[in-house]
């Protein structure tokens, strides 16, 4: 079972970054999948959240307008574009998937970095 991370890097304040998540050993369609982060000495953040089937989505407020989430479960795969980019947006970024009804991430990402930084 996998979720891997990828398309962090270093960005100016106002640009856009898309990451993606790849899922393998797993039935990535039967899971919603979020996007979580964590700021340099702060605690974990949940950033967004798509249903299995992307039917719905939900974003915290400090990334609402500026983030998309989306998902292809062709693809096994759930991305994150994060356009407008700010400073307080730096954070490595986890991806992770679970199962409703089912308390918690069943699984997650090793993480991708994401700084913004002029």
């Known amino acids: 079972v996998q979720l891997v991370e990828s398309g962090g890097g270093l960005v100016q304040p106002g640009g856009s970054l898309r990451l993606s998540c790849a899922a393998s050993?797993?039935?990535?369609?039967?899971?919603?999948a979020s996007w979580v982060r964590q700021a340099p000495g702060k605690g974990l953040e949940w950033v967004s959240t798509?249903?299995?089937?992307?039917?719905?989505?939900a974003y915290v407020d400090s990334v609402k307008g500026r983030f998309t989430i989306s998902r292809d479960n062709a693809k096994n795969t759930v991305y994150l574009q994060m356009n407008s980019l700010k400073s307080e947006d730096t954070a490595l970024y986890y991806c992770?998937?679970?199962?409703?009804?089912?308390?918690?991430?069943?699984?997650w990402g090793q993480g991708t970095q994401v700084t913004v930084s002029s």
């Open positions: 992770a998937a679970g199962l409703g009804g089912v308390p918690g991430y069943t699984y």
């Open positions: 050993g797993f039935t990535f369609s039967g899971h919603y």
């Open positions: 798509v249903y299995s089937d992307g039917s719905r989505t």
